[in-house]
Structure formats: C-alpha cells, structure tokens
C-alpha cells in the first residue's frame, strides 16, 4: 500500500490548500441568550459553541476564593459531531483533559483579581468535529467572555500547526490530523506577545519545532485579527441598535 501524500508535488495539500494556509473562519457573536456571553466559532468544518455564565455567586461556598474568581470549564462533545455511532460517555478522560486545557488557557487572561468571591462558568461543545477541536474552543471561548464584558488582559487565541511528508502545515484537518505526524497546539496573548498554551504530542527536532511552532503562533495572530474585526463588528451593531 502506498504512502499517503499528505502535500502534492505542487505543493496542495488533501483539502487544496497550501501548506501555510488556514481554513476558513466564521464566527456569530450571541448565539446564546440565556448567557451572559455565547459564541460559535468555525475553523473550516469544525464547529464549536460557547457560553459563559458569571461573574455569578459561588453556588458550592467550599469552593469560594477571596480574593479571586473561580473559572470552570467544561468541554464536551455533542454525539453528532464526528458522525460515529459509537455514543462517548459524558466525563471521559480526553473530555477532562480539554477542560481542563481551556481553563488554565482562559484563566491567564481573565482579570481574576478584580471579581473575588465570585465564579465563572464556561461551557463549551464541538457541533461538529475536523481537527483543531481545542483551539476552536479556546477562541470560541475568548469571544463568548468577551461578549460577557469579563476584564481580560488580552484576548486569547489558539491555532495549531504540524510536520507531514517532511512540510509544516497550518490548522490541521482531522485527516492530518490523525495521520500520527507530529502536532503542536498553541495559545498565546497577541499583545502581550506571550504563550498561554503549548501541547505537542510527538517529538520533533529543535530547528523544525521552532518553525512549526513559528507556523502556529503566526495563525495565532490572524486569528487574533479576525476575532478582533468580529468584536468589532459587533460593537458596532449594539452602537447602531441602541441609536448611538
């Protein structure tokens, strides 16, 4: 059997795009009303929605902080989103593992300090799944808080890039993805200029690490830009709305 040619000779990859190239992004900005703050986020065929609900009283008083907010997460997948049959148990290994990710990422963000005494809930589920599920969620996420109006020191963005038939490639499909090459995730603070979040999940020698986390932080930052334009956009809408 032959080798899967992950890059073509001229350089396209399985979906026609170039290797530096990211998918198509999409956002909607308060798909939630309940929510203080919702989004949905597409990256290409990845679909993610996010709510969050707070700053709100702490419901389990065991669990209060005095001089900062509690931020939970939690990350699930609905049974539709990859199109198996098989149903996955809710509270799962790799479900806990991601919410936890999306936590800790979206903590080093919110202005904790200024909302003590108080908690933060972020809900967030794939609606349809193709690679890059995690940073989705995180920019997903990101948009939902700020949609919310919860302080934060900088948005927070996430993109991931990885190393097949010897080429980085930008924002993995699910095909790349599961092609066992190496994948690196990353999440930074585009102002500050500083990394939230790295997970690699293969080995990879330094000089070709740093070009592919290199590759991932520079999505980072063209997602920043379009998150950007979206809240923008959206302030806009509540100007024209509200007749200001």
Known sequence: MSKTEYVSPEGLRLDGRRPME????????????????????????????????????????????????????????????????MRKPKGDRRSTEISLVIRQTMEACILTHLMPRSQIDIFVQVLQAD????????????????????PMRDIVTSCSAGYLNSTPLLDLNYIEDSAGGP?????????????????????LPVDIFENVMGLAIEGCKAIANYIREVLLENTKQLEYRRGL
Request: a positive charge.
């Open 131 to 150: 690679g890059g599920t995690r940073s989705a969620c995180i920019n997903a996420a990101t948009l939902a808080l700020a949609d919310a109006g919860i």
């Open 22 to 85: 990211m998918r198509q992004l999409r956002a909607e900005i308060g798909t939630v009303s309940r929510a203080n703050g919702s989004a949905v986020f597409e990256m290409g065929n990845t679909k993610v929605i996010a709510a969050v609900y707070g700053p709100r009283e702490v419901q389990n008083r065991s669990q209060l902080i005095n001089d900062h907010a509690l931020v939970r997460c939690e990350y699930s997948m609905a049974n539709f989103s990859t199109g198996d049959r």
């Open 183 to 203: 994948d690196v995730t990353v999440g930074i603070l585009p102002k500050l200029d500083k990394v939230t979040l790295l997970q690699m999940d293969a080995k």
